[in-house]
């Protein structure tokens, strides 16, 4: 069974089998498309197919970890919290050098976030793995929901577009990433700006927003920043 350092709450099982089932990234983007006309645009006919994947998903039996290596030697896990009353999804950053691993995100009806911008979200898809997700596409789409960008590119829509043309059988890709660029995730979108180098925001759900109370601490705001971006962790990775 996976283990998650800090993370002892239930039976983690492997989750990569999932990514190639097309239904999978509706479902998984499924709080980020709000109203009646995002999810009819995502899941068209296919959404029974999607529910049934659903209950399979978030059965309390297995909880499915979906891990996305870093380049600097850290991991996300995104973590299906498959609890009775208290399902969501955990979005967690571990190195081997911590004793356990901090929250970026939480996706579900107490959400936390946003846990990243908009460039911290194609780098850490793009940044190369021989492990875990390893596709840059299916790394975006599975970050996804972490995002809170108040200040997107212009070439957003495309990005997104080509992920779930890859990976969804949606018929209007390009009209479902509108839709999820337009809401992003369960939080406001954020405004980002680096201080002494580190990216935090202003966003009052979130950990990486230093005025906030349960903010990280600033050492692994630092760190969390770096490996984000694809550079390496300020000095040495903070232990503890």
Request: hydrophobic fraction near 40%.
């Amino acid at each position: 069974m996976l283990k998650i350092p800090g993370y002892e709450d239930g039976p983690l099982v492997q989750g990569t089998a999932y990514l190639a089932d097309p239904f999978f990234w509706p479902v998984h983007l499924g709080t980020c498309l709000r109203g009646e006309d995002a999810r009819r645009a995502a899941f068209g006919a296919d959404w029974d197919a999607a529910m049934k994947l659903y209950r399979v998903l978030s059965a309390e039996r297995e909880w499915p970890v979906f891990s996305v290596p870093l380049s600097s030697g850290h991991t996300i896990h995104v973590v299906y919290r498959n609890i009775e009353g208290d399902h969501g999804v955990d979005y967690l950053i571990h190195h081997p050098a911590w004793s356990t691993a901090e929250t970026l995100a939480v996706d579900d009806g107490h959400f936390m976030g946003p846990g990243m911008a908009w460039p911290e979200l194609l780098s850490a898809a793009r940044q190369p793995a021989t492990e875990g997700v390893d596709d840059p596409d299916a790394r975006l789409l599975l970050l996804f929901p972490t995002l809170g960008d108040a200040h997107l590119p212009g070439d957003a829509t495309a990005t997104l577009t080509s992920a779930l043309t890859a990976f969804t059988v949606i018929e209007e890709p390009a009209e479902v990433a509108r839709m999820l660029l337009e809401h992003q995730g369960q939080w406001t979108p954020a405004h980002w700006w680096l201080e002494d180098g580190v990216r935090i925001n202003a966003g009052g759900h979130s950990h990486r927003n230093p005025s906030n109370a349960f903010a990280l601490p600033a050492p692994r705001l630092s760190e969390i920043s770096h490996a984000l971006n694809g550079g390496a962790a300020t000095g040495h990775p903070t232990s503890g």
